[in-house]
């Protein structure tokens, strides 16, 4: 059945690579190429749902109150740090309650979501090596997820975050629309980076340690719980360019976007406009080029 | 295809071959294994700039060679730490190799899926998402969910698939997952031990199940430390013994030099 001798005297003895090009057998455990990858990934939709989803009920399903401690969380952390910079330290810059602490839970929420990715990331294929040694899929599919699961978790918050807004007067309009692509955004952003970071945290499982410390400097430096600019500004007494700076780095970039399209007041008015580009630009960048320097070390997931 | 020191070489017969492990090497790459674990000795190791010294490596395949062919039911055998397992992780391409190649024909999959599901779901739940972590799809799962379910025997004895994992007995664990590992159809199945799970009952069916996924896979590979198991199934064994291949010949052959070597 196999047409492999119809060459006139096929030699004896064969090398084992001659033998597999031969018989047209593939090298096993070789990278895809990029649109392989892409369409193998794309096969795999249903489990990466389906993977986020069970972790995301898996999570609190030991705890007597459930599921709602998704909302509980970021709700106490929101409250912490109310509590030390808004009521403490004098970190609110001018904002009074019905404005600052909107402000602040949606800058947590928002935040949070980006975190918890990067955190979940690091740990994607150092902590699921089970899986990656065990089936075939597309490695990708694990930060996927993860990210994924984070979006879940962030909806919960956001009914939650609907709620705060409008009991402190900021009515529903059109601008709250723009939640919906901002958080396209940032998830794209998010996923991408959580693949660099997988990609880093299976060969150096260190980071998982180091990490939430970066991220605790990023979080200050991002303005989660206090205005960017009042506090580089008139409390630091910077040059306005630091304040530029930091507001233009992605974890600032979507919670201002959302603070912008939720909360009527002064802040809003101090979001510079090229914000929805930084936004666009730092999805498109952190995604793409996330998924591809993932995809490059795709075969050497699982070692070691 | 220039190989200087071993000319690895085979006469092509005709036959269609399906996995060629060819001069395979696999090495792991440990941390934290090597030294001592104390502080003082990792500062010790840090001022002395040994940064490999908590990196330990194991050879664990060393210079493997064969060619599997369409149809044969391959068993695997040698002492614990031989090399096996990671042999037949190698070969589905979950490992990556070191040195040399492994050609296959198809996807092979190791028959498992115990790391794709968890215990805080309900079995229902992970049936489903076992299914779909073995790569089928959900209209394949919708079919075959009650024959999965059936098989495992786990609602013999009341509605436990709609009870979390945790909750199962390790027998009733290991039959579903045995289940759900079985469902899905193989070029090339690799089965690592699976044969001891359950009941003697589970144990009939699923040896018969095994039989059958022969039939239609092109390619079984038999992973046991049972000599039974494996001269029930396999027509041809691989003996390994510390990553590297010892015998490779027909089934009564191999395992008789075997049985000799180890003392049964």
């Known amino acids: 059945m196999s047409e492999t001798t119809h060459d006139s005297a096929p030699p004896r003895d064969v090398p084992l690579a001659e033998l597999a090009a031969r018989h047209g057998l593939s090298v096993s455990g070789a990278r895809p190429s990029l649109p392989q990858y892409v369409r193998q990934l794309w096969g795999r939709r249903h489990f990466i749902v389906a993977f986020s989803q069970a972790k995301l009920t898996a999570q609190y399903s030991q705890a007597k109150l459930g599921q709602l401690w ?11 740090y109310f509590l030390i910079f808004g009521v403490l330290l004098g970190g609110r810059g001018g904002m009074d309650n019905s404005e600052y602490i909107p402000f602040l839970v949606t800058g947590v929420f928002v935040f949070t979501f980006t975190q918890a990715s990067v955190l979940a990331g690091v740990k994607s294929i150092s ?3 089970g899986l990656v040694r065990a089936l075939h899929f597309p490695r990708a599919s694990l930060p996927i997820s993860f990210s994924l699961q984070q979006l879940q978790q962030l909806l919960f918050s956001m009914a939650i975050l609907v709620v705060i807004v409008v009991s402190f007067g900021h009515m529903p309009s059109f601008a709250w629309l723009l939640v919906v692509p901002v958080l396209a955004l940032q998830f794209v952003f998010n996923a991408g980076l959580a693949m660099v ?3 880093w945290g299976s060969s150096t499982p260190d980071l998982a340690q180091l990490m939430p410390f970066i991220l605790r400097t990023w979080m200050y430096a991002s303005g989660v719980m ?22 233009a780095n992605p974890a600032a970039v979507y919670m201002d976007l959302v603070r912008y399209a939720l909360i009527d007041g002064d802040y809003r008015d101090t979001i510079p406009a090229a914000t929805g580009l930084y936004a666009l630009g730092w999805a498109l960048v952190v995604g793409i080029g996330g998924f591809l320097y993932f995809w490059k070390a795709e075969e050497r997931y699982g070692r070691g | ?18 996995v060629i492990a060819d001069d395979l090497h696999i090495v792991y790459r440990v941390h934290g294994g090597g030294g001592r674990g104390t502080a003082t000795a990792a500062l010790r190791r840090m001022i002395r700039r040994q940064p490999s010294g908590r990196v330990r490596e194991v050879h664990a395949v060393r210079g493997v060679s064969f060619v599997a062919y369409h149809g044969e039911a391959i068993g695997l055998i040698g002492t614990n730490g031989s090399g096996k397992s990671t042999l037949l992780r190698a070969i589905a391409g979950l490992l990556p190799a070191e040195r040399g190649r492994v050609y296959t024909d198809g996807q092979p999959s190791l028959l498992g899926v115990n790391a794709a599901l968890m215990n805080d779901l309900t079995g229902e739940r992970n049936v489903i998402l076992g299914g779909l972590a073995m790569g089928m799809t959900r209209e394949q799962i919708k079919q075959r969910y009650q024959s ?7 609602n013999e004895k009341g509605d436990f698939i709609s009870l979390p994992m945790r909750t199962y007995s390790s027998g009733m664990g290991a039959r579903l997952r045995f289940s759900i590992a079985v469902a899905k ?11 001891a799970t359950g009941d003697k009952k589970f144990q009939k069916r699923s040896e018969a199940r095994i039989r059958e996924l022969r039939s239609e896979a092109g390619t079984v590979f038999l992973v046991s430390h049972n000599n039974k198991s494996i001269r029930d199934t396999c027509d041809r064994v691989l003996w390994l013994e510390k990553g590297e291949l010892i015998m490779d010949g027909p089934t009564e052959q191999v395992l008789k030099a075997y049985e000799e070597e180890t003392g049964k």
């Open chain 1, 70 to 80: 998704q909302v509980f969380t970021p709700l106490l952390n929101a409250l912490v």
């Open chain 2, 148 to 154: 999965i379910v059936d098989f495992s025997g786990i």
């Open chain 1, 127 to 129: 902590g699921n090596l």
């Open chain 2, 1 to 18: 295809m220039a190989e200087p020191n071993t000319p690895a070489v085979v006469v092509d017969d005709g036959r269609t071959p399906t």
């Open chain 1, 197 to 199: 970071m997988a990609r």
């Open chain 2, 185 to 195: 159809d193989h070029d090339v199945l690799m089965i690592d031990e699976a044969l």
């Open chain 1, 226 to 247: 206090f205005p960017l600019r009042h506090m580089v500004e008139t409390r630091a007494n910077w040059p306005s360019w630091v304040a530029d700076v930091l507001s």
